[in-house]
């Protein structure tokens, strides 16, 4: 089946260490998105991209920086690790044709910023 | 920017008790409004939506109603069984076609 899919599912690093979390899909969509969830926040938009050439800061981008590197992968970097970027991850797609919206989120990365 | 607030933060009923979450938000030029499930550990997953020309919308045990003059939607749940327990999450689709989060729900219905 098509899915979403991100690697790596937990990670554990150190303050100041650079990393990258990754997303594919195989669903054909044209946008993708990556959400942040705390305890008691919600999914908050960290950046999205609508096709290949377009990138969009979301909500709460700082700190993070994004590459589209084909329609099926978009990965999440943290330049510079800081405890409270401590959550879990998920990556979503979407395609919007006429009134059929549904956002498809992958497993979710456990991130843990010591 | 689109804001949305969500209520309760924690809901216990009954099995076989019906469960309602409200949400309200800010921006009069939304349309889309989907409510999503997630299970312990799991990702979420969209269980029902509407759109802002449908007043209600139903599925088997789960309906949304919405008021666009309010600028508030409800998720009900009837008839609660241990699997509906979960966290529930409203959210809205805002210009641009970016959907903004409620905060969540945790529902847990007892047996």
């Known amino acids: 089946d098509a899915d979403v899919t991100q690697t790596p599912r937990n990670r554990i690093t150190k303050t100041g260490k650079r990393i990258m979390l990754e997303c594919s899909q195989t669903?054909?969509?044209?946008?993708m998105y990556w959400y942040r969830q705390d305890p008691g926040l919600g999914l908050r938009l960290i950046y999205y991209?609508?096709?290949?050439?377009?990138?969009n800061k979301g909500e709460i981008s700082d700190g993070y920086s994004v590459s589209r590197q084909a329609q099926a992968k978009f990965s999440l970097s943290l330049e510079s690790a800081i405890p409270n970027q401590t959550a879990l991850y998920f990556c979503?797609?979407?395609?919007?044709?006429?009134?059929?919206?549904?956002?498809?989120f992958g497993p979710g990365t456990r991130l843990t910023v010591l | 920017g689109e804001n949305v607030e969500q209520h309760p933060s924690t809901l216990s009923v009954q099995e076989g008790d019906s469960a309602v979450i409200k949400c309200t938000y800010s921006?009069?030029?939304?349309?889309?409004f989907p409510w999503y499930k997630q299970e312990l550990g799991k990702r979420p997953q969209l269980i029902i939506d509407?759109?802002?020309?449908?007043g209600e919308k139903k599925d088997q045990r789960i309906a949304v109603t919405l008021n666009k003059t309010a600028k508030h939607f409800s998720l009900h749940i009837t008839e609660t069984q241990p699997e509906d327990s979960a966290v529930y999450f409203c959210?809205?689709?805002?210009?641009?076609?970016?959907?903004?989060f409620g905060a969540g729900t945790i529902l847990r219905v007892k047996s």
């Open positions: 979503a797609t979407s395609m919007i044709r006429g009134s059929y919206n549904e956002q498809f």
């Open positions: 669903k054909g969509h044209d946008r």
């Open positions: 991209s609508f096709d290949v050439k377009d990138i």
């Open positions: 921006d009069s030029a939304s349309n889309y």
């Open positions: 509407i759109r802002s020309n449908v």
């Open positions: 959210a809205a689709m805002e210009y641009g076609n970016k959907l903004v």
